[in-house]
């Protein structure tokens, strides 16, 4: 059921955001999330890394949709603290699990690429 997705634009190293990732079954068809307790995971891509963690969520995650009742996009916000100290020149790999019924079940996965943020402290006007 698993399907992967990288994330290779629109993340910054710094910023407040939120990730968006609509889960589809092995059919392409939507999922829906509605009931689950999800978890969102962050490491160091063990390829070029240690799997060191970087940061997870699981409280946090809402729901989102691709169409009208759908709660198939997981919506995970990400604090500018959650990666202030991450580096744009590291891959990251992602999993995002059901973690409810005492299993768990991988949802979504893939590689992250943050880009450098804006050091905002050496801004001083425009």
Known sequence: MATRTDI??????GDDQVLAIPVVDAAGA???LTGMSLE?????????????????????ITLGD?????????LIPVAAADTA?????VVYEYVLR???DGSVVTLK???AHL???ADRAAITSI
């Open 66 to 74: 691709t169409g009208p009742g759908t709660d198939d996009v997981a």
């Open 40 to 60: 969102f995971v962050l490491r160091v891509y063990r390829s070029n890394g240690d799997g060191a963690l970087a940061f997870s969520k699981t409280t946090e």
């Open 85 to 89: 100290d991450l580096s744009e020149n």
């Open 109 to 111: 996965w893939g590689t």
């Open 8 to 13: 290779t634009d629109g993340w910054y190293v």
């Open 115 to 117: 880009k450098a943020g």
């Open 98 to 100: 059901r973690v409810d």
């Open 30 to 32: 939507s999922f829906p």
